[in-house]
């Protein structure tokens, strides 16, 4: 079992629409939870970052998590073509003192005009 | 804020030379700095952590004697590719650490794209 897992997708959602995307991680010690967004041939750029159960907002992004359940989910509120990415979730292992990133796979996004 | 450098871009260099990537947090200082690679298609491989003013941890399989980190202050890592051929063509992206209230959140340069010949 990998430590964070990722439905690769890809997730397809029309213009306007609601994206949800979900993250399940094994590791129960993990604190920090993060999204980043990935476009083909660039590096990964920082979405949010979520230690609390509960939700964050942050304009039309919102990551929610649930330490209980082990999952971190993100939801893009009135998708646009420009949020086709790929979308890395990422954990610090819960004993990590290095601040080492857990990656998941990555779903790929695409939002249609 | 929290942004991060990356030098060269893109480099193409003959098999057997060597090739340095600079990392720089430009606003921010970072004890720590990781290096990644990417291959086409595929996830980010972390290849080693890098502390300031220590030696860096490699990842199993990544060989410390072809790819030397140094990170000899707290804005700036660089990762020397020695003696290159082309499977080490690949996207390298550096990442420096953030320390703030709440934990640390690690912001991603550009990338360096490398092609050797």
């Known amino acids: 079992q990998k430590e964070v897992e990722q439905n690769s997708g890809p997730l397809s959602v029309p213009e306007g629409a609601i994206a949800s995307l979900n993250c399940t991680y094994s590791?129960?010690?993990?604190?920090?939870f993060f999204w980043y967004r990935q476009y083909s041939g660039k590096s990964p750029e920082l979405i949010m970052f979520?230690?609390?159960?509960g939700d964050k907002e942050d304009g039309r992004f919102t990551a929610q998590l649930n330490k209980a359940s082990q999952y971190v989910s993100l939801l893009i509120r009135d998708s646009q073509p420009s949020d086709s990415a790929t979308y890395l979730c990422?954990?610090?292992?819960?004993?990590?003192?290095?601040?080492?990133?857990?990656f998941g796979q990555g779903t790929t996004l695409q939002v249609k005009p | 804020g929290a942004v991060v450098s990356q030098h060269p871009s893109w480099v193409i260099c003959k098999s057997g030379t060597s090739v340095k990537i600079e990392c720089r947090s430009l606003?921010?200082?970072?004890?720590?700095m990781f290096w990644y690679r990417q291959f086409p298609k595929q996830s980010l491989m972390l290849m080693a952590t890098?502390?300031?003013?220590?030696?860096?941890?490699?990842e199993q399989g990544v060989e410390k004697d072809k790819f030397l980190i140094n990170h000899a202050s707290l804005t700036l890592s660089t990762l020397t590719v020695t003696s290159a051929h082309p499977e080490d063509s690949s996207f390298y992206i550096c990442?420096?650490?953030?320390?703030?209230?709440?934990?640390?959140?690690?912001?991603f340069g550009p990338g360096t794209r490398l092609t050797v010949l």
């Open positions: 990442s420096a650490s953030l320390t703030h209230g709440s934990g640390d959140t690690q912001y």
């Open positions: 590791d129960r010690g993990s604190q920090s």
């Open positions: 979520i230690y609390s159960n």
């Open positions: 990422a954990a610090i292992h819960g004993s990590s003192n290095t601040g080492k990133l857990i």
């Open positions: 606003d921010f200082q970072a004890t720590t």
């Open positions: 890098s502390n300031e003013g220590s030696k860096a941890t490699y």
